[in-house]
């Protein structure tokens, strides 16, 4: 049973985006160097250091985040660093603790938590790399559920 | 003169009040609260004046997640912490405020969003909840409250000043400037209790100080010193 995330095309991804369906259920430890859209369930931790985290909107969160990135319009419980910006979108509920250096949420949200605004230089991005084949992700538990 | 000075210490709000700290905008009539109005606020100004000497204080927003408060407290270099105390008021009692409150639902309330160390915060906004908040509920809060300041630090609430039965509009508060505020309405809602003046200051009575502000519309605003 496959733990990586597919690249079927979705209409709510963006193109060269890793994609965890809304029927995927991760538990464990994410890394990617490339861009991720979480529409199913992640349980533990995601780092996406220089990249860009989209929690859709039947994504369903319980993890700590790191991300250059991060919008979120599902659910996620758990802390969120942001190096750049942390985008909350109108239906989203978002429950932890939130450190970026900017951030824009919309009327509706659902925000309980505290708001860190970092202001350090924030580091220029790093000339972005061709897309590979697969992302650099992986999921130390068993996944529950890959079909998408 | 002596009656309107006792309308104001006693918040009779059926008599006119000294115009004191007077908004630039129209006052909104009681039958027709606009659904989203701006209003000066001589109270938020106070508030936020205790917050611009240093960065690095910690805000408490009880009115839920807005743009607008984030970046008004973040951009004089603080964190805030927001909670959505309505929602979960609405949901432990939708309906009018109860006579009594099992104590599971008090102890919920104050887990769900008093649930910090002592002496957490530098300043709360509290916005218009208190009156709203049935009684052994309010009472908690008050202690919570007390609890979660530093010594020094300063809370911001309103209080209806007209009298009037049946439900009231409640508020979205959003900081749209120093001393000015965009109210947008989120529903009605029967309060529990109203308070005069002299009932607000008992209500913060082991607090240090109760400052009040009068404006011409239908909320009075205080500033509470821990």
Same mark, same amino acid.
């Given at each position: 049973?496959?733990?990586?995330?597919?690249?079927?095309?979705?209409?709510?991804?963006?193109?060269?985006?890793?994609?965890?369906?809304?029927?995927?259920?991760?538990?464990?430890?994410?890394?990617?160097?490339?861009?991720?859209?979480?529409?199913?369930?992640?349980?533990?931790?995601?780092?996406?250091?220089?990249?860009?985290?989209?929690?859709?909107?039947?994504?369903?969160?319980?993890?700590?985040?790191?991300?250059?990135?991060?919008?979120?319009?599902?659910?996620?419980?758990?802390?969120?660093?942001?190096?750049?910006?942390?985008?909350?979108?109108?239906?989203?509920?978002?429950?932890?603790?939130?450190?970026?250096?900017?951030?824009?949420?919309?009327?509706?949200?659902?925000?309980?938590?505290?708001?860190?605004?970092?202001?350090?230089?924030?580091?220029?991005?790093?000339?972005?790399?061709?897309?590979?084949?697969?992302?650099?992700?992986?999921?130390?538990?068993?996944?529950?559920?890959?079909?998408? | 003169?002596?009656?309107?000075?006792?309308?104001?210490?006693?918040?009779?709000?059926?008599?006119?009040?000294?115009?004191?700290?007077?908004?630039?905008?129209?006052?909104?009539?009681?039958?027709?609260?606009?659904?989203?109005?701006?209003?000066?606020?001589?109270?938020?100004?106070?508030?936020?004046?205790?917050?611009?000497?240093?960065?690095?204080?910690?805000?408490?927003? +009880?009115?839920?997640?807005?743009?607008?408060?984030?970046?008004?407290?973040?951009?004089?270099?603080?964190?805030?912490?927001?909670?959505?105390?309505?929602?979960?008021?609405?949901?432990?009692?939708?309906?009018?405020?109860?006579?009594?409150?099992?104590?599971?639902?008090?102890?919920?309330?104050?887990?769900?969003?008093?649930?910090?160390?002592?002496?957490?915060?530098?300043?709360?906004?509290?916005?218009?909840?208190?009156?709203?908040?049935?009684?052994?509920?309010?009472?908690?809060?008050?202690?919570?409250?007390?609890?979660?300041?530093?010594?020094?630090?300063?809370? +911001?609430?309103?209080?209806?000043?007209?009298?009037?039965?049946?439900?009231?509009?409640?508020?979205?508060?959003?900081?749209?400037?120093?001393?000015?505020?965009?109210?947008?309405?989120?529903?009605?809602?029967?309060?529990?209790?109203?308070?005069?003046?002299?009932?607000?200051?008992? +209500?913060?009575?082991?607090?240090?100080?109760?400052?009040?502000?009068?404006?011409?519309?239908?909320?009075?605003?205080?500033?509470?010193?821990?």
């Amino acid at each position: 049973m496959s733990t990586m995330p597919t690249r079927i095309a979705d209409a709510e991804a963006p193109k060269g985006t890793a994609l965890i369906g809304k029927s995927v259920v991760v538990k464990g430890q994410i890394f990617s160097r490339e861009d991720l859209y979480v529409d199913g369930e992640v349980e533990g931790t995601l780092e996406l250091q220089d990249n860009r985290l989209t929690v859709g909107p039947h994504g369903t969160v319980k993890a700590n985040i790191k991300a250059k990135e991060a919008v979120i319009i599902g659910t996620v419980h758990g802390n969120i660093e942001a190096a750049e910006k942390l985008d909350i979108r109108k239906d989203a509920k978002l429950v932890g603790d939130v450190k970026t250096a900017r951030i824009v949420i919309e009327d509706g949200a659902y925000f309980k938590g505290s708001i860190d605004i970092t202001r350090g230089e924030v580091p220029r991005p790093a000339p972005r790399p061709q897309p590979a084949a697969a992302g650099a992700l992986s999921a130390s538990a068993p996944a529950a559920d890959p079909k998408l | 003169m002596v009656s309107r000075l006792k309308a104001w210490l006693f918040g009779s709000g059926a008599h006119p009040r000294p115009e004191v700290n007077a908004p630039s905008v129209p006052r909104p009539e009681a039958a027709e609260v606009p659904h989203r109005y701006d209003r000066q606020s001589h109270g938020l100004a106070e508030f936020l004046s205790h917050l611009r000497d240093c960065e690095g204080l910690a805000v408490l927003d +009880l009115g839920g997640v807005s743009q607008a408060n984030v970046t008004a407290i973040t951009t004089l270099g603080h964190r805030i912490h927001t909670e959505d105390v309505w929602r979960t008021l609405d949901q432990l009692f939708p309906g009018p405020p109860p006579e009594e409150v099992e104590a599971v639902a008090v102890q919920r309330f104050l887990s769900d969003h008093f649930d910090f160390p002592e002496q957490s915060f530098d300043g709360v906004l509290v916005w218009d909840l208190l009156e709203f908040l049935p009684s052994p509920v309010l009472e908690r809060t008050i202690e919570a409250l007390h609890d979660v300041l530093k010594p020094g630090g300063h809370l +911001l609430a309103f209080f209806h000043a007209e009298a009037r039965p049946g439900a009231l509009p409640v508020y979205s508060f959003r900081i749209t400037g120093p001393a000015s505020l965009s109210l947008e309405r989120r529903g009605h809602r029967q309060p529990a209790r109203l308070f005069n003046n002299r009932g607000i200051e008992q +209500l913060f009575g082991q607090f240090r100080s109760v400052k009040f502000f009068l404006a011409r519309d239908h909320l009075r605003e205080v500033v509470v010193t821990r």
